[in-house]
C-alpha cells in the first residue's frame, strides 16, 4: 500500500507486519520445542503463554513509567507523533527489557521523543545503539558524562578506574600509572561503548585501545541528553 495513499497513517502496513512476525514467532517457537523432551505441543504453548504474560507485564510496566515520566512535565499525552521507523522498534525493545533501570531509560526515551519541547532530536541510532547496551554499560556512560559535565575545561577526558562507582576528572599532566586500570567487567563495557560510538580514548597498547581514560564522543553526549533530559 502507497504510504502516502494510507488513511491510517501507517498502521495498517505496521499491523501487516506484525501479523508476519507473529506466525515468525509461533514457528520459532515450535522449533525450539524440538529441544525438549516431552509432548512437543505442550511445550510450545507454555513457552508462547510465558512469552505473551511476561511481554504484557511489561507493557503494563512500560506505560506506568511513561505516565509518570510525563506528569514530572505537567503533561498527560505527547505533544508529537514518532515516525513508524522509529517509534515501533523503540516500543518493542522497551517491552523485552527485563532490567527495570534499562526499561526507565527506554521510557524515558520515548518520552523526550514525544515531547515538542524537549528539544530532542531523537534517531534511529539512539534505538539501534541502546538496544545493544547493557544496564551496566549505561551506568559507566552516565557516569563519564557526569565527570565530564562537572569540568567541561578538561579536554582529554576523565579516568576509569573508579568505574562504575564513578568517573575520577582527568587534569593535564596526570601520570598514567598501572594501578588506575578499570576492572575487566568495566574494560569490556567500555569496549562496547567504544564500538558503539558513545566514547573515544586516546592511548593505544600492542593490543588494541587503553580504557584508562576516555572521553565522551558528541553522539554520546547527545544520546545520554536524549535518555535523560
Known amino acids: 500500500m502507497n504510504d502516502a495513499l494510507d488513511p491510517t497513517g501507517g498502521w495498517a502496513k505496521a499491523t501487516e507486519e506484525t501479523a508476519k512476525a507473529s506466525k515468525e514467532a509461533i514457528r520459532a ?4 520445542g524440538h529441544f525438549f523432551r516431552g509432548p512437543t505441543g505442550e511445550l510450545v504453548g507454555m513457552l508462547e503463554d510465558h512469552l505473551k504474560v511476561a511481554r ?4 503494563v ?3 506506568d513509567r511513561v505516565r509518570h515520566f510525563l506528569a514530572e512535565r505537567g503533561k498527560d499525552a505527547p505533544t508529537q507523533r514518532l515516525p513508524l521507523n522509529i517509534g515501533l522498534p523503540l516500543l518493542e525493545n522497551a517491552t523485552l527489557e527485563e532490567d527495570d533501570d534499562l526499561q526507565d531509560i527506554w521510557a524515558k526515551l520515548l518520552v523526550n ?3 515538542a519541547d524537549s528539544g530532542i532530536e531523537l534517531r534511529r541510532a539512539f ?3 541502546l538496544a545493544e547496551m547493557s544496564a551496566f554499560d549505561v551506568r559507566n556512560l552516565a557516569q ?3 565527570a565530564v559535565k562537572m569540568n567541561e575545561s578538561v579536554s582529554n577526558g576523565v579516568w576509569t578506574y573508579e568505574l562504575p562507582a564513578r568517573a575520577n576528572q582527568f587534569f593535564n599532566g596526570d601520570p598514567v ?3 588506575r586500570n578499570p576492572s575487566p567487567e568495566v574494560e ?3 569496549s562496547n561503548l567504544d564500538r558503539l560510538g558513545c566514547i573515544i580514548t586516546s592511548l593505544q597498547t600492542p593490543l588494541g585501545p587503553g580504557y584508562q581514560q576516555v572521553n565522551l564522543t558528541p553522539f554520546g553526549r547527545a544520546l545520554i541528553e536524549a535518555c535523560t533530559r
Open 29 to 32: 517457537s515450535r522449533e525450539l
Open 56 to 59: 504484557f507485564e511489561r507493557r
Open 61 to 63: 510496566r512500560l506505560a
Open 113 to 115: 521523543g514525544g515531547d
Open 127 to 129: 534505538v539501534s545503539v
Open 144 to 146: 563519564i558524562e557526569l
Open 177 to 179: 600509572r598501572g594501578d
Open 188 to 190: 569490556i563495557s567500555l
